[in-house]
């Protein structure tokens, strides 16, 4: 069992930037792989960002160079850093982690951009 407790959105103008974080209840050693993910009204869930063994990291096509999925084993923590967002990118956002026993998801943050 793994808990994610996810924290950093808000509400933010056009071009701004935010840093969501993601804590997660177990070492990172232990997860397969750790990502974020996102869903706005009315649309399906979709990838944002995932990290995997080999630190190895994959993007979606939306928002490949403007966001940074980055780790600190240290603190269980997944971060996104988020820049020079735009009000397409409004969603709710999800940490999630996936481990031999199985797929996790945190309660998700709301992400709001302004025009």
């Known amino acids: 069992q793994v808990q994610l407790v996810e924290s950093g959105g808000g509400l933010v103008q056009a071009g701004g930037s935010l840093r969501l974080s993601c804590v997660a209840s177990?070492?990172?050693?232990?997860?397969?792989?750790v990502g974020w993910y996102r869903q706005a009204p009315g649309k399906q869930r979709e990838l944002v960002a995932v990290?995997?063994?080999?630190?190895?990291?994959n993007y979606g096509d939306s928002v490949k160079g403007r966001f940074t999925i980055s780790t600190d084993n240290a603190k269980n923590t997944v971060y996104l850093q988020m820049n020079s967002l735009n009000p397409e990118d409004t969603a709710v956002y999800y940490c999630?982690?996936?481990?031999?026993?199985?797929?996790?998801w945190g309660q998700g943050t709301q992400v709001t951009v302004s025009s």
């Open positions: 177990r070492s990172f050693y232990s997860i397969n792989a």
């Open positions: 999630n982690a996936i481990t031999i026993n199985g797929e996790y």
């Open positions: 990290l995997t063994s080999g630190d190895n990291k």
